[in-house]
C-alpha cells in the first residue's frame, strides 16, 4: 500500500496506528521505521508488524504483515501473543528482527529476512539469561560488535554473538540506565555520533509520565552515561496519552527523532511521527516541540489540513476514526483547542471553510493565531440538529492573515452531543 502523505504527521495514514518507531537507513537508501501496530484503545499493539519505507519523505510504503505471531505471516509457532515493540538490525547481506512477546515467559525473540521489509521467517527465542522483559533494540560499533539492549525500569545491555541470534549470557549487564539516575522508563535505541554513544529512551522526564524522548551520553557503550536532557515531549497530544518510544537517525544529512501520538482518548492507538533535530557542537541536541509539518516545511492554507494532523490538543477532544480510511476531532466540549504547527498564509488568506458533522447542539470555531488564548480571530458557527454523521461546510470570511503561523482552533459548544471537524483550508 502506498500514500502520499506530504511529510506531515502523522507520517502514517488514517486507519494505520503505527507505535514505536524504530529507524533505520539501510544500504539501498531508504529509510525504513519498524514499529508495533494498535488496533484497539483498549490494549496494547498487536499480533502483526507493519513496516514503513521512504525515499523522498513524501511517499511513503507501508509493507504489511512483515512478521505476525498469530494469523496471515505467522512466524512464532511457539506462542500467539501480542507483539510488543521491535527492532531491526543489518549484517553480511541479512536483517534480523528482534521482537518481544506480551508474556513475561520467553519474551524476547529473533526473526531474519533478506529482505528490509521481511517477511522475517522463522522466529525463535532469544535467550536474555532469564531477564525476559520488553523493547529490544540492537546498536552495532564500528569494530562489528552487536549489541542487545532491552529493559523497563532499567536498561539492560549484552553482547550479541556473530550470528546475530545468540546472545553471550556472560555480557550480560544490568542498571546500564536507572529510573534513579536518568529517568529510564523503557523503549532504549542507541546511535554513536562523532565518538559519542546516545542512549534515546522512554523517560519519565516530565509529570512521572515516559512521554519525553529522553538521552543520555557516553564515550562507552556500557556508560557510565550522562543525563543530558529530553528531545521531545508528546504530553498533550491527546488526553488519555501516556507514553512515547523513538528513534534517532539521519537521513540525506538532515537528522530526525521519531516518535508517536496517541489518539482516542485513550493510551493506545499510536501514529509514528518525526520532527527534524539539531546537534550543538558540544554534541547536546535541542529540544524540540511536537508540529503538525514534521520533516516538511510550513503546510499551505490551500490545501485540505486533516483534523486528524492536530500536534496539540487541550481539553476533552480527541482524534479517532470515522470511517476505515478517515478520521476526525471528536468528543469535543466548551473550551476545547487544538492546534496546528505550523501553516504559511504568503501574502494572505480571505475565507476559512470547514467540513464538520453537526450533532444535536449548534456550537462555534474561532481561529487564533500563535496563541491557544487570543482572542478576536473569526468565528465559524456550526449549526445544531444535526445527526453527528453528515458531513457539511461551512465557511466565514478570515480578515487579514499573512506570514506563518501556528493555527489553534478554539471551539465553544452548547452541549456535550455537538460537531466533528473532518478539515479545514484557506481560499
Given at each position: 500500500?502506498?500514500?502520499?502523505?506530504?511529510?506531515?504527521?502523522?507520517?502514517?495514514?488514517?486507519?494505520?496506528?503505527?507505535?514505536?518507531?524504530?529507524?533505520?537507513?539501510?544500504?539501498?537508501?531508504?529509510?525504513?521505521?519498524y514499529?508495533?501496530?494498535?488496533?484497539?484503545?483498549?490494549?496494547?499493539?498487536?499480533?502483526?508488524?507493519?513496516?514503513?519505507?521512504?525515499?523522498?519523505?513524501?511517499?511513503?510504503?507501508?509493507?504489511?504483515y512483515?512478521?505476525?505471531?498469530?494469523?496471515?505471516?505467522?512466524?512464532?509457532?511457539?506462542?500467539?501473543?501480542?507483539?510488543?515493540?521491535?527492532?531491526?538490525?543489518y549484517?553480511d547481506?541479512?536483517?534480523?528482527?528482534?521482537?518481544?512477546?506480551?508474556?513475561?515467559?520467553?519474551?524476547e525473540?529473533?526473526?531474519?529476512?533478506?529482505?528490509?521489509?521481511?517477511?522475517f521467517?522463522d522466529?525463535?527465542?532469544?535467550?536474555?539469561?532469564?531477564?525476559n522483559?520488553?523493547?529490544?533494540?540492537?546498536?552495532?560499533?564500528?569494530?562489528?560488535?552487536?549489541?542487545?539492549?532491552?529493559?523497563?525500569f532499567?536498561?539492560?545491555?549484552?553482547?550479541?554473538?556473530?550470528?546475530?541470534?545468540?546472545?553471550?549470557s556472560?555480557?550480560?549487564?544490568?542498571?546500564?540506565?536507572?529510573?534513579?539516575e536518568?529517568?529510564?522508563?523503557?523503549?532504549?535505541?542507541?546511535?554513536?555520533?562523532?565518538?559519542?554513544?546516545?542512549?534515546?529512551?522512554?523517560?519519565?522526564?516530565?509529570?512521572?509520565?515516559?512521554s519525553?524522548?529522553s538521552?543520555a551520553?557516553?564515550t562507552?557503550?556500557?556508560?557510565?552515561?550522562?543525563?543530558?536532557?529530553?528531545?521531545?515531549?508528546?504530553?498533550?497530544?491527546?488526553p488519555?496519552?501516556?507514553?512515547?518510544?523513538?528513534?534517532?537517525?539521519?537521513?540525506?544529512?538532515?537528522?530526525?527523532?521519531?516518535?508517536?501520538?496517541?489518539?482516542?482518548?485513550?493510551?493506545?492507538?499510536?501514529?509514528?511521527?518525526?520532527?527534524?533535530?539539531?546537534?550543538?557542537?558540544?554534541?547536546?541536541?535541542?529540544?524540540?516541540?511536537?508540529?503538525?509539518?514534521?520533516?516538511?516545511?510550513?503546510?499551505?492554507?490551500?490545501?485540505?489540513?486533516?483534523?486528524?494532523?492536530?500536534c496539540?490538543l487541550?481539553?476533552?477532544?480527541?482524534?479517532?476514526?470515522?470511517?476505515?480510511?478517515?478520521?476526525?476531532?471528536?468528543?469535543?466540549?466548551?473550551?476545547?483547542?487544538?492546534?496546528?504547527?505550523?501553516?504559511?498564509?504568503?501574502?494572505g488568506?480571505?475565507?476559512?471553510?470547514?467540513?464538520?458533522?453537526?450533532?444535536?447542539?449548534?456550537?462555534?470555531?474561532?481561529?487564533a493565531?500563535?496563541?491557544?488564548w487570543?482572542?478576536?480571530?473569526?468565528?465559524?458557527?456550526?449549526?445544531?440538529?444535526?445527526?453527528?454523521?453528515?458531513?457539511?461546510?461551512?465557511s466565514?470570511?478570515?480578515?487579514?492573515?499573512?506570514?506563518?503561523?501556528?493555527?489553534?482552533?478554539?471551539?465553544?459548544?452548547?452541549g456535550?452531543?455537538?460537531?466533528?471537524?473532518?478539515?479545514?483550508?484557506?481560499?
Amino acid at each position: 500500500m502506498v500514500t502520499r502523505l506530504f511529510s506531515q504527521n502523522p507520517i502514517v495514514p488514517p486507519g494505520v496506528y503505527i507505535a514505536d518507531p524504530s529507524a533505520h537507513v539501510w544500504k539501498d537508501g531508504k529509510l525504513y521505521v519498524y514499529g508495533s501496530r494498535d488496533e484497539s484503545p483498549d490494549y496494547y499493539c498487536s499480533r502483526s508488524y507493519h513496516v514503513l519505507s521512504t525515499s523522498d519523505l513524501k511517499t511513503w510504503t507501508i509493507h504489511e504483515y512483515s512478521f505476525a505471531s498469530e494469523g496471515p505471516g505467522d512466524q512464532v509457532p511457539y506462542s500467539d501473543d501480542f507483539l510488543y515493540a521491535p527492532d531491526v538490525q543489518y549484517k553480511d547481506g541479512m536483517y534480523y528482527l528482534y521482537y518481544c512477546l506480551a508474556n513475561r515467559t520467553n519474551t524476547e525473540g529473533v526473526a531474519a529476512s533478506s529482505s528490509p521489509a521481511g517477511p522475517f521467517i522463522d522466529g525463535q527465542i532469544l535467550n536474555t539469561g532469564g531477564i525476559n522483559q520488553i523493547d529490544p533494540c540492537v546498536f552495532i560499533d564500528d569494530d562489528g560488535q552487536a549489541y542487545y539492549i532491552w529493559g523497563q525500569f532499567t536498561a539492560k545491555m549484552a553482547k550479541l554473538k556473530p550470528n546475530m541470534m545468540e546472545i553471550d549470557s556472560s555480557s550480560i549487564h544490568d542498571h546500564i540506565l536507572t529510573q534513579e539516575e536518568h529517568r529510564f522508563h523503557e523503549g532504549g535505541y542507541m546511535i554513536k555520533r562523532h565518538g559519542i554513544y546516545y542512549f534515546v529512551y522512554a523517560g519519565l522526564s516530565m509529570q512521572d509520565m515516559p512521554s519525553c524522548i529522553s538521552y543520555a551520553t557516553s564515550t562507552s557503550p556500557w556508560g557510565p552515561y550522562k543525563y543530558r536532557g529530553i528531545i521531545i515531549n508528546n504530553d498533550q497530544c491527546d488526553p488519555g496519552n501516556w507514553n512515547n518510544h523513538g528513534s534517532l537517525v539521519e537521513f540525506n544529512g538532515q537528522w530526525y527523532v521519531f516518535y508517536h501520538r496517541a489518539t482516542h482518548g485513550s493510551y493506545t492507538m499510536r501514529k509514528a511521527c518525526m520532527e527534524p533535530i539539531t546537534f550543538n557542537e558540544d554534541g547536546t541536541i535541542n529540544e524540540v516541540e511536537m508540529t503538525t509539518q514534521g520533516a516538511s516545511g510550513p503546510l499551505n492554507p490551500l490545501i485540505p489540513i486533516d483534523a486528524e494532523r492536530a500536534c496539540l490538543l487541550h481539553g476533552n477532544v480527541r482524534i479517532q476514526a470515522c470511517a476505515k480510511d478517515n478520521e476526525e476531532l471528536a468528543s469535543i466540549r466548551q473550551g476545547d483547542k487544538a492546534a496546528y504547527k505550523y501553516i504559511d498564509f504568503g501574502h494572505g488568506v480571505e475565507k476559512v471553510t470547514f467540513r464538520v458533522a453537526p450533532g444535536t447542539d449548534p456550537g462555534s470555531i474561532r481561529i487564533a493565531l500563535d496563541n491557544p488564548w487570543a482572542w478576536g480571530g473569526p468565528v465559524v458557527e456550526i449549526p445544531g440538529g444535526g445527526d453527528g454523521k453528515t458531513w457539511t461546510t461551512v465557511s466565514v470570511p478570515v480578515g487579514e492573515i499573512t506570514g506563518v503561523h501556528a493555527v489553534w482552533l478554539q471551539f465553544s459548544t452548547q452541549g456535550n452531543d455537538s460537531y466533528s471537524v473532518d478539515w479545514f483550508k484557506f481560499d
